[in-house]
């Protein structure tokens, strides 16, 4: 059962992340479903999480993998069902596990009713003003009505027919076509917001990870961008969605009324028991300005992404640790960590790139110096246990904890990220970190479906059978092994509650730091390096005496 005395548990909680098409699947169809993730709960306990984060499972078309919502509350049949949610829920609350569901806000399925409604109703009505509607620009309305270029590729605009047959408006998309973005200008979207969080809220949901919750409000005038597709890009990198510094810089991102639904929704969050959370997936840049996100009166917590994009170096990874406690200390909030997720390249493959990080445009088969598995594992594992010796809230993306890489010879026709279709192939996309997760080495699909049918939405590398959970369980070096001996001892050193403080540290590419009764050292170089005699408590590779591998970790005894 859920502790009673949990105070703030969000503070320092280990968040298990499930993207639910790809977790198990329980009917056999090939992509997996609520029923699924109850089945495997046990697992999520043994594993040693606090949480779970529930990717979209909600009624959608899934044209972007079920961020396209056309009932925020009910089902998609895909995935089961209303009563399937409840039981799910409660399963993980008997165990002592919160559960968190992702929230939708930014935009619709063009699926929804009101959208369709919206299409059918004349520019100008009320029907429209749910959504960005605008006239175009040119002599006949022939052009998008400003330079903006959606995250997925192509313009952030579509066209609609009216109803009289001829060519009209055009409707805002910072994703895909299939995903109009609502105008929080309208009160009507925020009635309806209040209402989808109270449905779930009503089910005993522990909170809410909020789906691109620096995008909900834009500049009035949709001014043109200066130069549209760095933005849209981001400065000079590849990120899902654009780095900001001022918020007025991407017109689409970061403004300031933004915050005022987030103290709306903590006001109706407060007025239910047990520590209800909201949680920002919000891009922005510099982190000063994410601790926006997260004041006292805002939300709980904020995806460190900054952190996901450092470079596996001692230097940025001190600077970005102390960045991000002091950033969010400085609004009493705990800082959180990353390194995975369904939107970027695995850190099993990704830490060891030799290039510039590709974030949501992936990799794939025709990609160059890609690193060696063993080596990049190694690495991937030295910074899960630097990540979990930290104080704070962690987070872990599904398959991590069996230490995954990333799919990269997806065949094209399997490929289903918008991105990839809406770049006609250009960018990979993301399909590569959603591959099926392998249960089982010996059966059909590695016993992602449960019934043995073979189908997996994604085709799942056969190699994957030395990673399937059942081998790693029997395996004392294994990277599930590793994982539940790390969240062991990091909930009883209670690290996540902890004090950093940095130790001298003999050698640049080395990090020293004590977390109350343990000294962490990682050593993210090539060269071994002596460490103090001290009693081991773990080590994320095999070691040697008192001698630390390059790209490893180890907890001492402080
Ligand atoms: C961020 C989500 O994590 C991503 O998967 C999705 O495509 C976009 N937001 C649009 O909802």
Redesign the pocket.
Known sequence: MLAAMSFQWWRDAVIYQVYPRSFADSNGDGIGDLAGITSHLDDLVDLGVDAVWI?PFFTSPQR??G??VSDYCDVDPVFGTLADADALIHGAHERGLRVIFDL?P??SSSDHPWFQDALRAAPGSAARARYIFREGRGDHGELPPNNWQS??GGPMWTRVTEADGTSGQWYLH??DSS?PDFDWTNPDVHALFLDVLRFWLDRNVDGFRV??AHGLMKQPGLPDLDEPDSASLGAGTAT??PEISTPTEVPYWGQESVHEIYRDWRRLLDTYPGERVLVA?AWVDPLSRLADWVRPDEMHQAFNFAYLETPWAAGPLTQIIDASLATFHSVGAPSTWVLS???VVRHATRLALPFENPQGHGIGPATDNLPDEKAALQRARAATALMLALPGSAYIYQGEELGLPEAIDLPDEARQD?TWIRTNGERYG?DGCRVPLPWTAERATFGFNENGTGKSWLPQPTQWARLARDAQRSDDTSTLALYRQLLALRKELQLGTGELQWLDCPREDVLVFRNGRAVIVVNTGREPIEIPESELLISSSPIDGAVLPGDTTVWLRA
């Open positions: 990717s972007d993998a961020y396209d939708v930014n935009h995250i997925f910072i994703f995903q789906d691109v899902l969605e997936e997720n369904h939107d918008p993301r």
